[in-house]
């Protein structure tokens, strides 16, 4: 069954780091994969993403401090968050799609991260 699950959120301190994981399942694991994020009384906004020939985007603000990779044979995406900043709380959530679709197809549940100090 087609499914996408994050792990590796949690409460941390300013200043700290967290990687985040999702792992894909059946056909869930697809060529244009990526993160989002939700901050209380926001939209959704995209964090980062990567394509198949491991092209990767990362939203300009972030740059510096978060990074985004994959293992294929994991079938699992990362997002590497170095510096964390309480602004950089929120739901974090990944997602995935054939590159020649034009939406993402499948998305994770989401996962609660909380930056305090």
């Known amino acids: 069954q087609a499914h996408l699950e994050e792990s590796g959120g949690g409460s941390v301190q300013a200043g700290g780091s967290l990687t985040l994981s999702c792992e894909a399942s059946g056909s869930a694991y697809g060529g244009c994969m990526g993160w989002f994020r939700q901050a209380p009384g926001k939209e959704r906004e995209g964090v980062a993403n990567i394509v198949s020939d491991g092209d990767t985007w990362v939203r300009g603000s972030l740059k510096g401090r978060f990074s985004i990779s994959r293992d294929y044979e994991k079938k699992t995406l990362y997002l590497l968050m170095n510096n964390l900043k309480p602004e950089d709380t929120g739901i974090y959530s990944c997602?995935?799609?054939?590159?020649?679709?034009?939406?993402?197809?499948?998305w994770g549940q989401g996962i609660q991260v909380t930056v305090s100090g």
């Open positions: 997602a995935s799609r054939e590159c020649w679709q034009s939406s993402y197809k499948y």
